[in-house]
């Protein structure tokens, strides 16, 4: 901590070719309801090899080869900098230490949790580089594989509400969930929630015709619980397996936004009470620190499920995906990496620690 006090001192994808007619609904929408019910999947999802439902053995070349590409910044300040501190370093002492926990909180994982890994690299006894490089490797991984996502329930429909402040990438993220379900050969139903800000319906009509999906829309202005309440009606109606409930973007420190998002989850419940199934919140990676603190009072609100996180290919600061992981007991489910369909990927501890690192 030497380090940390004398520095307190001192859009989407062009549009495919339209591929023929969808079948009919098996079961008519509502006339109030306005919905649309685009082609199934696109050329534009993912390939059979790399589908996420695929093994790891038959995807990890091409998905990890995304990810590590996608990572350079990171990896660029992250091991990169490792290398620079402990070359032609023949002993570990407590200045390449401060260096490195120097590094590790420019990197945003969090003073904290610099501190912590500083601590545990100390308590080993580390004699050389590789022996560093090692622990701190195994301590990593260790913070990311903590809390593992719960299977998920066999609910029919299957909620997802989705959540965060403006501009962290919902939509984007909604619309390649979208995508990713009907490539497994689910339908999808998508409830554009986001009433107040504009285009927002029309930006996530595009990603579900694009991912073979329903949308459920009402006018600009109208209340996004009514919106959410008829998104599940017309899930149970046409037996539709997920539901996709967007929400306006809510700053996390306006009480009275917030109790909005509230009502939209209560909404939800009063059609189908075990539902939403999950409260999914979306993270800008490149915000750094004041992500921990968007998902501390979203989960107070909502009961946060799962973490999506965005941007990371933006950042040179992924170290905050550890900081994440650290501070809550919230999965991290999503990482996205890019802006293509297959960008946003299942978050895989070994993965990441192999990325990170510069494995190849």
Not at 203 to 213: D, H, K, P, S, T
Request: net charge neutral; charged share 25%.
């Amino acid at each position: 901590m030497g380090w940390f006090r004398r520095k307190k001192d001192s859009a989407p994808p062009e549009t495919p070719a339209a591929p023929p007619p969808p079948e009919p609904p098996e079961a008519p929408p509502s006339p109030e309801i306005a919905a649309a019910t685009p082609p199934p999947v696109t050329p534009d999802l993912p390939p059979p090899e790399e589908d996420a439902a695929a093994p790891e053995t038959e995807r990890r070349g091409g998905y990890f080869s995304r990810l590590r590409q996608r990572l350079t910044k990171t990896r660029q300040s992250f091991a990169e900098g490792f290398g620079r501190i402990l070359t032609g370093r023949r002993k570990i002492d407590a200045a390449v230490l401060e260096e490195i926990e120097e590094l590790l909180i420019t990197a945003d994982v969090g003073v904290q949790t610099a501190t912590d890994l500083i601590g545990r690299i100390s308590a080993a006894k580390v004699a050389d580089a590789d022996a560093l490089n090692g622990v701190l490797r195994a301590e990593v991984l260790a913070i990311l594989a903590r809390h593992a996502p719960p299977p998920r329930p066999a609910a029919r429909p299957h909620v997802i509400m989705v959540v965060g402040v403006n501009g962290v990438g919902k939509t984007t993220t909604i619309g390649k969930l979208a995508a990713r379900f009907t490539a497994q050969g689910q339908s999808v139903l998508i409830a554009a929630g986001d009433t107040f800000r504009a285009a927002a319906a029309d930006q996530l009509a595009i990603w579900a015709e694009r991912a073979g999906a329903g949308i459920i829309r009402h006018k600009d202005g109208t209340d996004p619980a009514a919106v959410a309440f008829d998104a599940v009606e017309a899930a149970l109606a046409r037996q539709t397996d997920v539901v996709i409930v967007d929400t306006a973007g809510r700053l996390h420190t306006k009480v009275n936004l917030m109790e909005e998002v509230k009502k939209v989850k209560r909404s939800i419940a009063k059609r189908l009470p075990e539902a939403p199934h999950e409260v999914l919140l979306v993270l800008d990676a490149t915000t750094g620190q004041n992500a921990v603190a968007q998902a501390q009072l979203f989960h107070q609100a909502l009961g946060v499920t799962g973490i999506a996180l965005t941007k990371l290919d933006g950042t040179a600061k992924g170290g905050i995906v550890i900081a994440i992981c650290q501070a809550f007991s919230i999965p991290l489910q999503y990482i996205g990496i890019g802006e293509s369909i297959e960008d946003l990927q299942d978050f895989v501890p070994e993965r990441f620690v192999a990325a990170l690192f510069g494995a190849e």
